[in-house]
């Protein structure tokens, strides 16, 4: 079935479902889009596509780009050339905006490709009501914002709390669609990298009880990693600043899919191949997974037990979170939990798998309830102390001086003028945000089991409801006017015999080979347990291409052939790999 039919028949059965559609606050005789009609269109590499929409004030508008064969940015622009609004997420599927109007105009929405990614899209207007003043139908209105609606598909689990007591609760969609199982706030969802303050919390803990020092050197507690010659601290760990390469950028170079079974035994055998790191320790802030496995590892053997046991009978017993666990083995039952899901490129709901088997960076399972108890601990302390909950809001000092927005397991930040500690996380379909308040013991937290969701984004839409007498007035600052990107200088390749290329390459430290081929005139990257991957030359010994990042090739200086290469991506540098 043709992709565009399918959207744009679902987006007509919303419409026409909804019980009482209200008058529409968009004035179509003077907007380039209408309510509830596609426009498709094409974008070019450095080109931008802007939408003028005649909006009334009072009005939430709301919609999505389905991202057809591109990846997209949407800015809305008011009738002052101020941004109200960015949003890019997803790199398939529908991307999700909404904005609220303030006054009377012609509001722009522009439609920008992500980095160099050209393709077809399809622009739409859902809907532009009269925002809601009642809470329960203003947060109604902001879920269908984000593409729930009354069909079997998945969705969203939320609970704000405040001084300890949930305000509000519920939840949207589904959580298994093959049994109609809805999703309700004790739905258990797998929380991502949210768990990631909950191992910082650990080692939080065994630092006040004097059992650990953050200062150690990591390898008084796993000296089966390799000693890069500088001292790599459990600070270094907790701050992402260590300098070791990311688990998972590794795995996936290593020839492992992430619906693979990933245990903790091989995740550490991983690491402890690694000869080299990506920068000094404490040069630089560079997220990092293997950070948070290690600590994991360390509270396991300085606790004397399975981190997941030590973690219940320390933190989950205590704070009554009886429904949350760290889930360390991939065939365990959980009751009541909630499956990931993304849309493929018919539209057609497809089960994201996760079959984690490895804790500390991830794999936390919970509820928004029990969430909401967690958050309350950092107000009413009933585990831990006033000096771990110091050391939880310890941000890091880099080596020439700066300090980093990340804390432990948190990212502290601001909005509307208030403090804020949060933080998200992504794996499979699941997509999860909490965020507190601190000064107002308020707390946010949102889960979902959809692939193209924002949960961060409706964390703070909800914040913006239940906190807005809170909220400090912030002096506006001018947005420049629209304008296209500079085009760059692109490489033609010219002068590059793709031949001299080809070969078997071996990686040590992954004991795995790519061999590189030509095909259709492109140099190509084969793996048996991925699909081709297309090495495109960005310079005369340079290529770019999935999984690898940039690929530059080395020579032996008296020959000149070519000998192996490097590969460096956003969490890996300068891996190397030998041609056999």
Known sequence: MNRFLTLASLLVLFVSCSEKKPKSLLNAANSDLAIGTAKASQLKTHSSDTFRLSLDSGAFVYGFVDQLTVDVKVDIYSPDRKKVGSF??????????????????IYKAVVTPFEESEGNYSMIVTRADKIATDPDARIAQIIASMGASNSVMPGYSVAVQKDGKILYSKGFGYANLENDIKITPSTVFHIASVSKQFTAFAIAILADQGKISLEDDIRKYLPELNDFGTTITINHLVHHTSGLRDQWSLLRMAGWRMDDVITRNQIMRLISRQKELNFKPGDEYVYCNTGFTLMAEIVSRVGGEPFPEWMKKNIFVPLEMKSTLFYDDHEKIVNNRAYSYYQDANIIWKKSVLNYANVGATSLFTTVEDLSLWAANFDKIKVGNDHVMRTMNQRFILNN?????????????NYKGL???????ADAGYRTSIVRFPEQHFSVSVFSNDASSSPGLLAYELADIFLIKDFKTEKEKDTPGVSNPSPKEKFDGAGVKLTEFKGTYYSPELETRYTLVVLSDTLTAQHQRHDDIKLVPTATNTFSGNIFGQVEFTRNQKTNEVVGFKASNGRVRNLGFVKE
Do not use: M, R
């Open 419 to 425: 403090p804020t500690a949060g933080h998200g996380g």
């Open 88 to 105: 890019d997420n997803p790199s398939e599927g529908p991307e999700y905006y909404s904005f609220k109007t303030t006054k009377p105009g």
């Open 401 to 413: 001086g700066d300090t980093i927005p990340y804390a432990f397991g948190q990212v502290l930040g």
